[in-house]
């Protein structure tokens, strides 16, 4: 009788050698790629009028334009749009903001990296173990420091002009709003990048927490599968993890934030023993699916829920790009002022009250001229005509329309008050009536 044989529990025996992955793939040298360009963007944007909130001059710069906080449609579109792709982000792809695009984690890896750098530093420079200790500690705490200002400043740039910032840095402002908030973000991102790092997204952050009523069945997830007990508890997985956990105990852990790191680790070493990794990025926790999926499924687009959020999305998109094309960069507006219908003044002349509003939303002063047409000899009690308006200013005045009885005048006299920049970009027609005395009969 012949014994039979073992099953083949492992995969180093039931399965063929699989070549070995070529170096620099995996997910990392792709994460490194997009931190660098989300950084640069980080770096440049309140340089570009991009994207940026003027505080001390109460407006925003959306896309090159110049946006007046007072402006609603425009900021309500803009924000739904970016609350929507915040929200579909973390329905598709999970967390895969926070690992990829999120400037705390770009940062605190990247301060990771210093500390290593200063440690190896340390290690070449000197002997001795407490020296070596010092040394790091003091190289890793002085680059921070600098690393902290540059930070702070280009952070506090999204919302104090960079200009009028460095001008404050430079004179040591402690006493103005704008300065005090630039020390005070200086010091929150030192601390920050020293001693909190990605405990910020585990504890803090609460976008995280979001993320876990967000996902759904079909959520891009991390996912440890080993149906051939091929695991070989080498642990790598768990050290490479930078939020400190084990995948193995299940994708839906809080603090994963799908870094794809343990992949690339898990790859690495089952590929040199010929195996494919046991940890992958998956749908919901499916299996990968054994033909080519359509492009619309491997990018996220599972259901019909996704299909909305993006019709939804596309319509906050258009309804902004709209309303930023259909923007007037003057605002005018003319209403006769009815509550005396007319005024005879001293000299015989006729007063109506008219009440004037402008607003300049373009980055430049304009000159605004008013005029009447249709009511003879008329004049117009405003102090200055052309009025200087500059940028971001707006006015309210009220004048009086002033015409001396003239031959066939009425009790009511239709006019027309026009009002101009003087780029002819703007304007505004008021059509009214002219009230006059009754005639004695
Ligand atoms: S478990 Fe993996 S994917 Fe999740 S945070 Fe850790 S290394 Fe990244
Ligand atoms: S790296 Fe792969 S083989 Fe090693 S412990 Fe993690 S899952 Fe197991």
């Not at 890793?140 to 420091?145: G, H, I, K, W, Y």
């Not at 405003?382 to 009885?405: H, M, Q, Y």
């Amino acid at each position: 009788m012949t014994t039979p044989a073992p099953p083949a529990k492992h995969w180093l025996i039931a399965e063929k050698r699989q070549p070995l992955p070529p170096p620099g793939k995996g997910h990392k040298p792709l994460r490194k790629g997009v931190h660098l360009a989300g950084f640069l963007v980080f770096l440049l944007l309140p340089f570009t009028n991009l994207m940026r909130i003027d505080i001390p001059h109460q407006r925003c710069f959306f896309a090159g334009f110049e946006i007046l906080i007072s402006e609603f449609s425009i900021l309500f579109f803009a924000m739904m749009f970016l609350m929507f792709v915040v929200a579909a982000m973390a329905i598709v792809y999970g967390r895969i903001y926070c690992s990829y695009m999120c400037p705390q984690m770009i940062f605190s890896e990247w301060s990771t990296s210093v500390e290593a750098w200063a440690a190896r530093l340390a290690q070449k420079a000197v002997s001795g173990a407490g020296a070596r200790k010092v040394l790091g500690k003091g190289l890793f705490l002085a680059v921070l420091a600098v690393a902290s200002v540059i930070l702070a400043f280009i952070f506090t740039s999204y919302f104090i002009e960079p200009r009028d910032l460095l001008g404050r840095l430079l004179h040591a402002d402690l006493v103005t709003v704008g300065g005090i908030t630039g020390a005070t973000v200086t010091i929150l991102t030192f601390l920050d990048l020293t001693l909190v790092k990605q405990k910020f997204c585990t504890t803090i952050c609460p976008y995280g927490y979001i993320q876990g009523f967000l996902q759904d069945k079909q959520s891009l997830l991390v996912m440890y599968q080993d149906e051939t007990n091929a695991c070989i508890d080498c642990k790598k997985c768990v050290r490479v993890c930078e939020m400190g956990i084990d995948i193995r105990n299940g994708p839906f852990q809080i603090e994963c934030v799908h870094c794809g790191d343990c992949i690339d680790a898990c790859d690495e070493v089952l590929g040199k023993l010929g195996h494919p990794g046991l940890i992958h990025y998956s749908w919901g926790g499916a299996k990968a699916a054994a033909a080519p999926e359509p492009w619309y499924r491997r990018w996220g687009f599972r259901d019909a829920k996704r299909l909305v959020i993006l019709l939804v999305m596309i319509c906050y998109l258009s309804a902004l790009v709209l309303t930023l094309a259909l923007r007037k960069p003057v605002l005018m507006t003319l209403t006769p002022d009815r509550t005396v219908l007319f005024q005879v003044m001293p000299d015989g002349r006729v007063a109506n009250k008219v009440l004037m509003s402008l607003a300049n939303r373009s980055p430049r002063a304009v000159d605004i001229k008013v005029w009447v047409e249709g009511l003879p000899g008329a004049t117009l009690s405003l102090e200055k005509n052309p009025l200087t308006l500059g940028p971001g200013e707006s006015v309210e005045r009220t004048f009086d329309i002033l015409a001396a009885p003239w031959d066939g005048a009425q009790e009511m006299n239709p006019i027309r008050v026009v009002i101009q920049s003087s780029d002819r970009n703007a304007s505004d027609v008021a059509e009214f009536n002219f009230f006059m005395p009754p005639k004695r009969k």
